[in-house]
């Protein structure tokens, strides 16, 4: 159904203002809630069907550690079902088995699928999942559309309840890695940039490069190669996670940037230090000098190792130090003791393309840091130094006008580290998101089982690559947050088979004008009941600017007149 | 042998159940096209092509750091290199993008599917933290949870 929506005036005062004219416009008509099916794989006594027995745990009431296991996965997928709409079901081929320490699991599309009918893009392969959404028929009935298969050696929460303590929450992580599965990834190869057998697909098509201003795949193989590793720079244009990130991400985000000379100008990829203050702690602004320091055994004069012999110059300013010789603490102490707002460290030849370093402390040096100190990718750490000598202005900041994990113009940013993170890259969200997200690489212990906004932009990311939501009555509301999921969406309102003439409106919580005057209808006891139920109901919209006098008069005649 | 388990739905979806009974028109139409693709299920396979293509080379790796919690003692230990050698197989079998034996079929319908073989696949890792929480990772590559883990390139191994 389209629903063209018309924001009413801030002096409405019921507490279900109006939101929307119904467009109504016979439209496509919703499957329902996605049916998973979870097919397991395990022969019996093993994962799924392990015997052990094990006491109920956070809601969830298996007796058997293999019982557990799959209702935490039903759970998950359940999670999903109830914000996804399809007309096939999703097969999850799904098992348990040893992986050996440190591998907790793994999950993703059995098969992706191009061409298909009613497929939205041409050419453009889709998740097989996804592709049966839009296609309205299993393309491929004789396969399962994602893989699963998770460890019996670790010990994950199986609880359903995110009560999961210092343990890894399962239906967290399943969350996560269906919607892998369900299209939240990419199939260029992040190790020559080439297409997946010459062909975009549906998530690339939603990929923008800021630096080049190209879509990917709009781009060379070359080009998608460098603007996996740009930095800040690959944002989602879908208009469902842009509007999203207003509710989600909060303004403030951590910022290195240079501010002159124009030719090195930008915002760069840092990493953090766990001594010192944090950066915005204070915000910190100035020009940028190269520390000198005495040249040690095996050291240089850039090291940073020893008191810095220019402290004169570095007092009031950004020290540039070299990483290498000596921990980064005792180069952030020796900035410190020479006056210098903030230090940053920048990689040695022998990290030359390594990312910037998570900077540790050695124990003794951090706690007489007092400046925020940063690292830098050795290649732009050059770049800054290649131009001291034209003077260089950076900021190390928060900056409060960009919200953390968009772009300035609102746009999620993708994970684009240097150096490329195999396929991590690009297919999750930024790390730098405030808050978590559940699509960064780091599936984060604060995570919850909410998917979308307010506290998420994993469904976002999933309409705008083609899902929608179980909606029975097209009026734009998920069925698990409409007040009614059947709500009676004719034009006009209609009383006993009068028609009003009067719009019928759609109200923010999902309930229409005709919802309302039916509901009344049902809970009077008689016909005068309802009637001034009906006045009273009708008095308000006037007030509220949401109809007429007149239309009020039709109202309130027509109820009269219903037996 | 599969055994195939409809998911439950919570509490909270027991409305949208009831509700899809009033919709079978486009479960019906589904089963119908299905139906039709059945029949036109004549795929016939085609090269992937594509420059992607990566060959899996047989690395052999050592562990740079403990991650593995001990059975016995419940103590964070070196992984044995048995276990590393079990981990990398496991990571290379779950990550592989083995693009140049991926098959494309083509769909009476017009349609081309490409199965991945078991690829592209999102893999989560866990390691310890000190204060006992486990920081987890979702990574798509052997080298990248081999990074994640702390597992580095053996060449004294060759």
């Keep these: ?563 | 042998m599969n055994r195939r388990e409809s998911v439950k739905k919570p509490a909270s979806a027991g409305k949208s159940a009831t509700r899809r009974a009033g919709t079978r028109i486009v479960p019906v139409l589904a089963v119908v096209a299905a139906v039709s693709m059945l029949i036109a299920w004549s795929g016939s396979a085609v090269s992937a092509g594509g420059d992607q293509g990566q060959v899996v080379k047989a690395k052999k790796y050592k562990a740079t750091r403990p991650f593995v919690p001990d059975k016995q003692t419940g103590e964070i230990r070196m992984p044995t290199q048995q276990e590393v050698d079990e981990i990398v197989s496991n990571l290379d079998a779950l990550g592989q993008r083995p693009t140049e034996t991926l098959q494309q079929s083509a769909q009476a319908n017009g349609a081309v599917s490409l199965d991945l073989d078991g690829g592209f696949g999102g893999i989560v890792l866990g390691r310890p933290n000190a204060d006992g929480t486990w920081e987890t990772k979702c990574v798509f590559t052997v080298e990248e949870g081999a990074e994640f883990l702390g597992l580095v390139e053996d060449d004294s191994a060759r």
Excluded at chain 1, 105 to 117: C, H, L, N, T
Excluded at chain 1, 178 to 196: D, K, Y
């Design chain 1, 1 to 563: 159904m389209h629903i063209t929506h018309r924001f009413q005036p801030a002096r409405l005062r019921t507490a279900a203002f109006a939101l929307a004219v119904l467009g109504l416009v016979a439209g496509t008509v919703s499957a329902g809630p996605a049916q998973f099916v979870i097919v397991n794989i395990n022969a019996a006594g093993v994962g799924f069907n392990d015997p052990t027995p094990a006491t109920p745990v956070g809601g969830n009431p298996g007796t058997t550690l293999g019982e557990q296991r799959l209702i935490a996965f039903q759970y998950a997928a359940s999670l999903w079902s109830t914000r996804l709409d399809s007309s096939v079901p999703i097969r999850i081929r799904a098992q348990f088995t040893p992986l050996g320490a440190g591998v907790l699991g793994s999950a993703g599309p059995v098969s992706v699928v191009r061409d298909f009918p009613n497929a939205p893009l041409s050419g453009t392969w889709y998740h097989v999942a996804l592709a049966n959404k839009l296609a309205g028929i299993d393309l491929l009935p004789a396969n399962d559309d994602i893989n699963a298969n998770f460890s019996t050696n670790f010990n994950f929460y199986l609880g359903l309840d995110s009560n999961h303590g210092t343990l890894n929450d399962l239906v967290t992580v399943l969350l996560h890695e269906f919607a892998h599965g369900l299209g939240f990834s990419q199939n260029a190869s992040l190790t020559t940039g080439a297409l997946l057998a010459g062909f975009p697909d549906h998530y690339n098509s939603k990929l923008f490069d800021t630096t080049v201003n190209k879509f990917w795949p709009q781009m060379t193989s070359a080009e998608r190669l460098a603007s996996a590793t740009n930095f800040g720079h690959v944002v989602w244009t879908g208009s469902y996670v842009t509007a999203g990130v207003p509710n989600v991400l909060s303004f403030g985000t951590p910022t290195v940037a240079v501010n002159s000379p124009v030719s090195i100008a930008g915002a760069y990829q840092f990493g953090t230090a766990a001594f010192g203050p944090a950066i915005g702690h204070p915000n910190v602004a100035g020009n940028v000098e190269a520390a000198v320091d005495a040249v040690e055994i095996g050291g240089t004069s850039t090291d940073g190792c020893s008191p810095f012999t220019n402290a004169g110059t570095i007092a009031g300013k950004i020290a540039l130090v070299e990483r290498g010789l000596c921990g980064f603490a005792q180069k952030a102490r020796n900035a410190t003791d020479a006056g210098a707002l903030a230090v940053i460290i920048y990689n040695q030849a022998a990290n030359v393309n390594a990312a910037p370093a998570a900077m540790g402390d050695d124990g003794v040096n951090g706690a007489f840091v007092t400046i925020p100190a940063v690292s830098l990718r050795r290649a732009d750490g050059l770049a800054i130094a290649g131009q001291l000598s034209v003077g260089v202005s950076a900021n190390i900041v928060i900056d409060l006008t960009v919200r953390a994990g968009a772009d300035p113009l609102g746009r999620a940013r993708l994970y684009a580290p240097f150096p490329v993170v195999g396929g991590s890259s690009i297919s999750h969200y930024d790390t730098i998101a405030s808050r978590n997200l559940l699509m960064e690489p780091a599936i984060n212990p604060d995570l919850t089982h909410r998917v979308k906004a307010p506290d998420d932009l994993t469904f976002e990311l999933l309409r705008d690559v083609g899902w929608t939501f179980p909606d029975a009555d097209g009026d734009g509301f998920a069925d698990d947050e409409d007040c009614n999921a059947h709500s009676i969406t004719t034009a006009t309102i209609v009383i006993g088979g009068i028609d009003t003439g009067v719009p019928n409106h759609l109200f923010e919580t999902g309930c229409t004008s005709s919802d309302l005057i039916a509901a009344l209808h049902s809970g009077a006891g008689n016909h005068g009941g309802f009637v001034s139920g009906v006045a009273h109901l009708s008095d308000g919209w006037v007030a509220d600017g949401l109809i007429s006098g007149r239309e009020k008069g039709a109202i309130q005649s027509a109820a009269a007149k219903n037996d």
